[in-house]
C-alpha cells in the first residue's frame, strides 16, 4: 500500500524532512560537551529493519532509562556523604573508641579552640594596625597584608591537625593565569590560601562566614558572586578578566565546578574561567578519609558545624598537587579546554568524572538534554520506515 | 510502616516483599529503601514531584512526565511495587502489564489511536510534525492489522509484544 498525500508519496514529504533534522543537530552541538559519551547508551540501539507496531509500541528502552535513573543515578552520587563504617561495634574495640571520643572533645577541641584564639588574637592585633596606619603605602600594606592572611589560615589548619601534602612547584604571581581546583568544601580555599594568598571568587555568604568574606576577603582581592541572580554572570566575568588582566593583583583561584562535590567525583566545570585568554593552573585536591570526610555537605551542615566537626576529628589529612599549567589550544573550544583540564585534575586525584553541571542541585536541567534523545528516536523511526 | 524512622523491619521488609509479589529480594528491598529515603529528602514519606525531577538523569527523559503521573505521592511500598516490573524476576507478562498502564493513561483499559499519539509525541518532540506522527501510525497500525481507529487491549499488546525480547531489567545496586 502506498500512500500518496498531494499527489506526492509519502517518502517524499518524510524526506524532506529529515534534511532539516540534520541542520538542527549542528545547532544543538555547538555549546556543550558529548553528553552521549559519558550516558549508558546500550539502551536505545535502533536496528536498521523495516519500521513494525511492535517497535513503536516498545518503549521498554526509554522506560528502563527512567527506572534506572530512580533507583541510582550519577548525579546524587556526587553529593552523598558516605558516613565510615562504624568499627566500634564489639566489647574489646568500643572502650577504646570511648576513649578516643573522651581525648578528641576533651583534650584536643579545647587545645583546638585555644590556638584558633591565639591565632585570632596575633592576626587581628597585626592586621588592624596595618590596615589603618599603612593606609598610603599601599605596597607595604599589601605585602603585608598577604602574609597575616597566609597566617590565619595556618592557623586554621593547625587547629584541625591539618597534615597537608604540597606537591609540585609553588605557585607565583604573574599575570594572565587562574587556578583552578576542584571543590570539596570551604576549607580547600584555606588550605591553598596558607600556601599562597590567593584573591578567590566566592559566593556570598550569610553569617560570620559573609562579615569575614567583606573584610579580611576584601584585602586579598576577592569577587563576590550571587548565584541566583542571572544578570550577574556577565558583571563577574568583567571582574574576573580585569582582576587576570591586571598586574599587580593577587594569582586568582576559581573553583569551576561552582558547587561543593563529595571528592569522589567532578562535575562539569563551567566554562567561566577557561575563556579568560589566560594560562589555567590546574590543582588538585584529595582528602584522605579514613581521617575525616571533609566533604561539607551544605544541605545537611552548616559551615560553622561543619568547622566544628573538623576540629572534633583526628586530623585532616589532604593531598595538594600543584599541576603543569595549560593553554588553550587552538581550535579548542572554552568547553573542550575546561573537559581537558577537568579530565587532568581527576586522574590526578582519582576522582571519576560525571557529565552533570553542579548547579542541577538548584535547578532543573535544560530541555536540550531530552531533545537530544527526541531527536535521535525520530531520525530512527523515520529511517526504519524508509526501509523494505 | 512509620515514615519518622528510617530502619526497616524485618516484618516490614516481608510486607513489602509479599506486596511486589517476591520481584524483589530482601537485600535489594533495603538498598530500595536507602534509595526512597535519599530521594526523600523532607521525610515527608512519599516523594514529591520535586524530589523526582531533581535526578537529573530523570529528569531529562522523554517519558518523565508520564511516568511521573504514576509514581506522585506513592509512599514506600507502592515504589516497590512501581519498580517491580522492571526486576529481572518479574514475569513477560507483568512487564507487558506495564507498557499497558504506560500508554493508558486515563486507566481505563482502553488505548486509542490519540494515546498512541501521545507516547509519541513525547519520544519525538519537535523533531517529527504532528501530521507525518500520525501517517506513521496509522501505516504501522494497518500494516499490523488494525484501523487507526481500532482500540487496543492488554491482549493486543500481549500478542504484539509477547513473544518478543523484551529487556526492560534494570539492576538495584546491593552493597
Known amino acids: 500500500m502506498c500512500y500518496v498525500v498531494n499527489n506526492r508519496p509519502l517518502s517524499h514529504h518524510l524526506n524532506v524532512k529529515m534534511s532539516k533534522l540534520t541542520t538542527s543537530s549542528s545547532e544543538l552541538d555547538l555549546d556543550r560537551p558529548n553528553i552521549e559519551d559519558y550516558l549508558p547508551s546500550d539502551s536505545i540501539q535502533q536496528p536498521h529493519t523495516k519500521l513494525r507496531l511492535r517497535d513503536l509500541l516498545d518503549i521498554s528502552p526509554t522506560l528502563t532509562e527512567a527506572a534506572g535513573a530512580i533507583v541510582d543515578d550519577s548525579f546524587t552520587r556526587c553529593f552523598k556523604s558516605n558516613p565510615p563504617e562504624p568499627w566500634n561495634w564489639n566489647i574489646y574495640l568500643f572502650p577504646l573508641w570511648c576513649l578516643g571520643v573522651v581525648v578528641r572533645y576533651g583534650i584536643l577541641f579545647p587545645l583546638r579552640v585555644l590556638v584558633l584564639t591565639l591565632g585570632w588574637i596575633i592576626f587581628l592585633s597585626c592586621y588592624i594596625p596595618v590596615h589603618v596606619l599603612l593606609k598610603g603605602h599601599d605596597k607595604l600594606r599589601k605585602r603585608l597584608e598577604r602574609v597575616l592572611v597566609e597566617l590565619i589560615c595556618s592557623f586554621f589548619v593547625a587547629s584541625w591537625t591539618g597534615v597537608v601534602k604540597y606537591h609540585g612547584p609553588r605557585p607565583c604571581a604573574r599575570p594572565k593565569q587562574v587556578f583552578v581546583a576542584n571543590h570539596t568544601s570551604m576549607i580547600d580555599f584555606i588550605v591553598l590560601e596558607q600556601m599562597t594568598a590567593f584573591a578567590v571568587i566566592m559566593q556570598k555568604h550569610p553569617g560570620w562566614v559573609g562579615l569575614l568574606q567583606s573584610t579580611i576577603l576584601e584585602s586579598v582581592g576577592c569577587i563576590w558572586f550571587n548565584r541566583s541572580e542571572a544578570k550577574d554572570r556577565e558583571i563577574v566575568a568583567r571582574k574576573l578578566r580585569e582582576h587576570v588582566e591586571g598586574t599587580d593583583n593577587n594569582p586568582l583561584l576559581i573553583f569551576p565546578e561552582g558547587t561543593c562535590v563529595n571528592n569522589h567525583y567532578t562535575v562539569m566545570f563551567k566554562k567561566g574561567a577557561f575563556e579568560l585568554g589566560a594560562t589555567v593552573c590546574p590543582i588538585a585536591i584529595k582528602y584522605n578519609k579514613i581521617f575525616v570526610d571533609a566533604f561539607w555537605n551544605s544541605r545537611k551542615q552548616s559551615f560553622t558545624t561543619h568547622l566544628l566537626q573538623l576540629m572534633t576529628s583526628w586530623a585532616v589529612v589532604c593531598d595538594v598537587w600543584y599541576l603543569e599549567p595549560q593553554n588553550m589550544k587552538p581550535g579548542e573550544t572554552a568547553i573542550e579546554f575546561a573537559e581537558r583540564v577537568r579530565g587532568i585534575i581527576s586522574a590526578r586525584a582519582g576522582l571519576k568524572m560525571v557529565p552533570w553541571d553542579g548547579y542541577l542541585k538548584y535547578s532543573r536541567p535544560s530541555p536540550k538534554h531530552r531533545e537530544s534523545k527526541q531527536q535521535s528516536f525520530a531520525e530512527s523511526v523515520l529511517r526504519r520506515l524508509e526501509e523494505k | ?175
Open chain 2, 1 to 175: 510502616m512509620g515514615n519518622t524512622s528510617s530502619m526497616l523491619t524485618q516484618y516490614d521488609i516481608e510486607e513489602v516483599q509479599e506486596h511486589c509479589n517476591n520481584t524483589f529480594s530482601q537485600q535489594e528491598i533495603v538498598s530500595l529503601y536507602q534509595r526512597f529515603c535519599q530521594l526523600d529528602r523532607n521525610s515527608g514519606g512519599f516523594i514529591s514531584a520535586d524530589e523526582f525531577l531533581s535526578v537529573p538523569e530523570f529528569a531529562v527523559n522523554p517519558l518523565a512526565q508520564r511516568l511521573f503521573r504514576m509514581i506522585d505521592g506513592l509512599n514506600f511500598k507502592e515504589f516497590v511495587a512501581f519498580l517491580s516490573a522492571f526486576s529481572s524476576r518479574a514475569t513477560l507478562q507483568h512487564k507487558v502489564e506495564y507498557i499497558f498502564k504506560v500508554y493508558d493513561s486515563d486507566g481505563n483499559g482502553k488505548v486509542a489511536f490519540s494515546d498512541l499519539l501521545d507516547v509519541l509525541r513525547d519520544l519525538t518532540g519537535q523533531f517529527i510534525s504532528e501530521q507525518q506522527r500520525e501517517l506513521v501510525l496509522t501505516q504501522v497500525l494497518e500494516e499490523a492489522g488494525y484501523k487507526k481507529d481500532s482500540i487496543l487491549v492488554l491482549s493486543d499488546f500481549m500478542k504484539i509484544l509477547g513473544n518478543s525480547d523484551l529487556k526492560m531489567e534494570v539492576e538495584v545496586p546491593v552493597d
